[in-house]
């Protein structure tokens, strides 16, 4: 067995390790398994698939129509087999697999050397993106795993197929253009771009798998391309998309400075062959950029981050060096860099929310509260009460798809800092709001900076609130008829 294929073997074995520690740490301590929010939001409306089949409107908020997921659909039949709780855990493990197992396969048909395959394979695994996309159960893992079976199946093969294996060929090309358009306009614009980008690098490439291009392109129009433009824009500040995009170790939605550094070398490197792949060039070149500016072009970028990134890894493992200790000390303090980053993300994912007090606040809202309450909380925290209470959400962690964010934003902004009972009380039943989340981070100045501070002095009121729930983590205040 070859050095390379041991080292690749290894890396397989360490990104699973890396899938599993998370959620090891999170059984041990006796957390919740599945991590994140908004896995917690597509595992709801996954499961209400599996039993009532495909929904017009979310009933966590029933003014917001339903957006079709292919992720979602996997889940819910995934579901029927072992539980939407194992499904939300096991879909992602088996994505990020499967996507190391396409790695490997897109490596041999375009002939990589080994060094430059083996490396573009360590910057993908150790890489908190890895980590952060298959440990949860969101879209990303399916788009990731598209993505790079999509570059496979555009790779280009020996063996000339038949007239039957080239139309099964274009329709299987065709049918994953289309499905990862459905994942938003970046995703659509690249499904389109690749099999004309990849046949500028190589003719042996199939026209006919042009073909796809026009199915990214038709799903692009009929829904990509509305669902952007029905987005509503959040009232609230958000951290900046260069923030997101690049960190000094990375994050769950960047690329950590190292891989970036790393690229930007490995583009030097073929910069030399820009006459013969412009077209390429220029694409790489333009996904960069608009990933610092666009965080869902950021699956994108650390493929080919993670390509470039490993041809400079590779160039400097067979560069020539006066002292070979000091190519052996830059190779392993690159690659700390990158493990450094990968290990502390793996463990915020498993210490972080949410918790076993986050759970049973929920569950004891579940039981307290009257069916179809509408639940104020802090928009991260709207998955999980959702998940586990049932209940209706004035807001949630999908604010692109709310109806009239802007107002709802509003009115939770006039109860959270209403100064005057009467105005509180004007809000609240405005809204329809039936109770009231109030976290320790949201005391410690997510939203106030005081302990008797706006709403936290007026839920004295005992004509107006009644708390059901306490911990030192969360309350919950029920608010009380307008007549009682």
């Excluded at 079709?68 to 996997?74: A, E, K």
């Excluded at 980590?131 to 879209?139: E, L, M, N």
């Excluded at 390509?307 to 190519?327: E, T, V, Y």
């Excluded at 969360?474 to 608010?479: K, M, Q, R």
Aim: glycine share 6%; proline share 6%.
């Amino acid at each position: 067995m070859s050095a390379d294929r041991t080292i690749r073997r290894a890396i397989i074995a360490f990104g699973i390790f890396l899938l599993l520690l998370p959620l090891a740490i999170r059984a041990l301590h006796h957390a919740p398994l599945l991590p994140g929010g908004a896995g917690y939001g597509h595992a709801r409306v996954a499961d209400l698939i599996a039993h009532q089949g495909i929904p017009a409107q979310d009933p966590a908020m029933p003014e917001r129509p339903y957006l079709f997921s292919i992720f979602d659909l996997l889940l819910a039949a995934v579901s029927r087999i072992v539980g939407i709780t194992g499904a939300a855990l096991l879909v992602p493990f088996l994505l990020g697999l499967g996507t190391l197992a396409c790695m490997a396969l897109v490596a041999r048909r375009w002939h990589l050397p080994a060094a430059v395959a083996t490396g573009a394979q360590a910057v993908f695994v150790i890489s908190p993106l890895f980590a952060d996309v298959f440990t949860q159960a969101t879209p990303r893992a399916l788009e990731l795993f598209l993505t790079i079976l999509y570059l496979f199946v555009l790779s280009p093969s020996n063996p000339r197929p038949s007239v039957g294996g080239k139309i099964a060929h274009a329709l299987f090309a065709a049918a994953i253009a289309a499905a990862l358009a459905t994942f938003g306009v970046v995703p659509a614009i690249a499904a389109f771009a690749l099999p004309l980008l990849l046949r500028s690098v190589n003719r042996r490439i199939p026209k006919y798998l042009s073909f796809a291009s026009l199915a990214a392109f038709l799903v692009l129009v009929a829904f990509a391309l509305p669902a952007f433009l029905q987005q509503e824009s959040a009232p609230f500040a958000a951290q900046a998309p260069v923030v997101l995009a690049i960190s000094a170790f990375g994050g769950g939605n960047g690329l950590s400075l190292f891989a970036w550094m790393l690229a930007l070398i490995g583009m030097i490197i073929f910069w030399r062959f820009k006459k013969r792949y412009y077209a390429m060039m220029f694409a790489l070149t333009l996904l960069f950029l608009v990933a610092l500016a666009v965080p869902s072009a950021l699956i994108l970028a650390h493929v080919a981050v993670s390509l470039l990134a490993g041809a400079a890894l590779a160039f400097f493992a067979q560069m020539k060096w006066s002292f070979d200790d000091i190519r052996v000390l830059t190779l392993l303090v690159l690659l700390c860099g990158l493990l450094f980053s990968t290990l502390a993300h793996a463990m915020d994912i498993a210490q972080g929310p949410p918790t076993v007090a986050f759970r049973d606040a929920a569950l004891a809202a579940k039981s307290a509260l009257p069916a179809n309450t509408t639940m104020l909380a802090y928009p991260d925290d709207g998955f999980w009460l959702e998940y586990w209470s049932g209940e209706r959400m004035l807001l949630d962690g999908w604010i692109a798809r709310t109806p009239r964010v802007d107002q709802r934003w509003a009115a939770a902004q006039a109860v959270w800092h209403a100064q005057d009972i009467s105005h509180a009380r004007q809000a609240l039943y405005a809204n329809n709001i039936g109770a009231v989340v109030i976290t320790e981070a949201m005391r410690d100045g997510q939203v106030w900076d005081l302990p008797e501070q706006d709403l936290l002095f007026l839920l004295r009121n005992n004509e107006t609130f009644k708390r059901t729930y306490h911990s030192s983590i969360v309350d919950i205040w029920s608010v009380l008829p307008e007549h009682s």
